[in-house]
């Protein structure tokens, strides 16, 4: 079987941090929503998506190196933004019925898939498999890109 981690696959010509989120949103007009359980007090110490974030000139080269190297059968595609302010942020626990590959951006995030866990910081890149129930628990304030293609 092949690994699913690949330490240190990408480099950012920028740093992606979240003043680079701030200037992001203002420059598009991106979507964006809670993706984890919260509490009207603490919204943030939730997990945020921000949608289709490979229309923004900054990641232009690397979703065609997503394109180009995970994406043979040209099927449809999206880059995402998942983010949390705040240590022990966690993503809600699912399956996605396509592959998903996750990029580490900023600060540390684990994932759990199936039990097994693996350790993503900026430059990481971590395969999850369609169908593998899997969460995100953020160790420090933390940055993920999401890339998935689906038909």
Not at 76 to 87: D, H, T, V
Not at 113 to 135: A, F, M, N, Q, S
Request: proline share 3%; net charge negative.
């Amino acid at each position: 079987m092949e690994s699913l981690i690949k330490k240190g696959a990408v480099e950012f010509k920028e740093p992606i941090d979240f003043n680079f989120i701030s200037k992001l949103m203002d420059r598009n007009n991106l979507k964006s929503e809670i993706s984890s359980n919260w509490l009207q007090q603490y919204v943030f110490n939730s997990a945020f998506k921000i949608n289709d974030v490979h229309t923004d000139p900054s990641f232009l080269d690397l979703y065609k190196h997503l394109q180009e190297n995970y994406n043979k059968d040209n099927l449809e595609a999206n880059l995402y933004i998942f983010c949390s302010f705040k240590m022990g942020a966690a993503s809600l626990t699912h399956k996605d019925h396509y592959d998903v590959y996750i990029i580490g951006a900023m600060g540390e995030t684990v994932y759990n898939l199936e039990g097994k866990e693996y350790r993503i910081c900026p430059g990481d890149l971590l395969k999850i498999p369609k169908g593998v129930t899997h969460t995100a628990l953020g160790m420090t304030p933390r940055i993920i890109l999401s890339y998935g293609t689906y038909n």
